[in-house]
């Protein structure tokens, strides 16, 4: 008996600990993106308010706790303090900068106080709708141009020049893209086809895995063990693909979940419900 009630008492602070660090925030509108400042542990999270491609000046970043609290519901907001924002979809920190796409800006602001840092205009390359972003030490910004099949750089390091990195039908509308930090190699998935693929920097393609998973693939992340997190926008699921390219079906029955991302830090999904308004936390 004292084993059954030992067992049971340790089946209870597991799940206490868990339910301690998972989170839901409801009340969003249209919640695109959701991440981790990994330095500080603060969420933020994209909210389009609006169609995706819609110039209303209206989007807003929501700005949370490490908790899941929310700190400032509209952190960011168009038509504030001269701030454009229309339908703000990919987010990356990079420093104590927010950057976040914007249709066909990327647009960057303090991740402390929300003070816009630059606005940076990709109009030339009519990139239709720019989507997720990814980056790391080198400066540079990495955004996937949905409607047009091309990946861009950001030289951040060089006034913000803009450049085209790849481009072509195999892209088959570019949607979620990460940074892998140990092998420094771009990871990106495929809205049209559901396939995901390494990128080098110099642009050539090659597949991740030799199974598509999905039609409307979204947010992409990697955890500290090398395995892939893929989310299904359109199936309502999020995959797991370990690092020998073996995918399992992780989670499903999701309502449209978007640019999922990981805290890594206490091993959380964030999965934004894109139709459902609300954002939450599962653990990996």
Do not use: C
């Not at 960011?76 to 796409?101: C, H, M, Q």
């Not at 709708?129 to 141009?145: C, E, H, P, Q, R």
């Amino acid at each position: 008996m004292f084993n059954v009630i030992r067992l049971f008492s340790g089946l209870f602070f597991f799940m206490a600990a868990v339910q301690a660090t998972a989170f839901e925030v409801s009340g969003l509108a249209v919640p695109e993106s959701f991440i981790v400042d990994a330095a500080v542990g603060n969420y933020y999270i994209s909210n389009i308010n609006g169609k995706p491609l819609e110039k209303n000046n209206n989007g807003f970043i929501t700005k949370l706790r490490p908790d899941g609290r929310v700190l400032e519901k509209k952190f960011v907001e168009g038509g504030k303090r001269g701030v454009t924002l229309n339908a703000p979809k990919g987010l990356l920190i990079i420093g104590g900068v927010l950057y976040v796409s914007d249709i066909d800006h990327v647009r960057a602001f303090d991740k402390e106080n929300g003070e816009q840092k630059a606005d940076i205009d990709l109009t030339s390359f009519a990139p239709k709708f720019l989507n997720d972003l990814a980056g790391g030490k080198s400066g540079k910004i990495y955004v996937t141009g949905m409607g047009t099949n091309r990946v861009f750089v950001i030289d951040t390091a060089n006034r913000n020049k803009v450049s085209v990195l790849a481009s072509g039908d195999k892209l088959a509308s570019p949607n979620g893209i990460r940074l892998h930090k140990k092998n420094n190699r771009l990871v990106l998935n495929t809205w049209d086809t559901g396939e995901v693929f390494w990128l080098d920097f110099q642009g050539n393609l090659k597949k991740y895995t030799d199974a598509a998973l999905d039609k409307g693939l979204d947010g992409i992340d990697f955890d500290d063990e090398g395995n892939l997190y893929v989310s299904s926008f359109t199936g309502g699921k999020i995959f797991r693909i370990s690092p020998r390219g073996k995918s399992e079906l992780l989670i499903s029955d999701i309502v449209t979940p978007a640019d999922i991302s990981l805290d890594r830090k206490k091993g959380l999904i964030l999965i934004p419900s894109f139709k459902g308004d609300r954002v939450f936390t599962m653990k990996y």
